[in-house]
């Protein structure tokens, strides 16, 4: 009998696994979130670049980080300055503003499931 094939989302779900590309955005932002706070080795948090304007915005108050510039659109996107700094912009404010780490990856790995499963 040929073994068919299923998929593993329910599965994933159920034993509150991230799939790997989110797993794989997890780690990043994790090791984002250290740098930020200075919980992660002196040569992560030295690349890291503020964002800042010469206003005074409504997002002066968030953490936002530059983004470098990357050099070549197929490998530079992957860089981790360029990578991290994107991801890290596109969080929701309430978890850019998170200073705890545990509650930090509770929180981020909640708003993850949301929105991959639907939960």
């Known amino acids: 009998?040929?073994?068919g094939f299923c998929h593993i989302s329910?599965?994933?779900r159920c034993l509150h696994w991230l799939p790997v590309k989110a797993r794989i955005e997890f780690k990043i932002l994790l090791?984002?979130?250290k740098a930020i706070h200075g919980l992660a080795p002196k040569y992560l948090c030295d690349?890291?670049?503020f964002k800042s304007s010469l206003y005074n915005l409504r997002s002066?108050?968030?953490?936002?980080l530059s983004m470098p510039a990357?050099?070549?659109?197929?490998?530079?996107d992957r860089a981790f300055m360029v990578a991290a700094s994107?991801?890290?912009n596109s969080l929701q404010k309430e978890l850019r503003a998170i200073t705890n780490v545990n509650s930090f990856k509770a929180h981020f790995k909640t708003y993850l499931f949301k929105t991959l499963f639907g939960e």
């Open 1 to 3: 009998m040929p073994l």
């Open 10 to 12: 329910p599965l994933l």
């Open 31 to 33: 090791i984002r979130f």
């Open 47 to 49: 690349l890291l670049t």
């Open 60 to 64: 002066s108050d968030s953490i936002l």
């Open 70 to 76: 990357a050099r070549s659109k197929t490998l530079g």
């Open 86 to 88: 994107r991801l890290w």
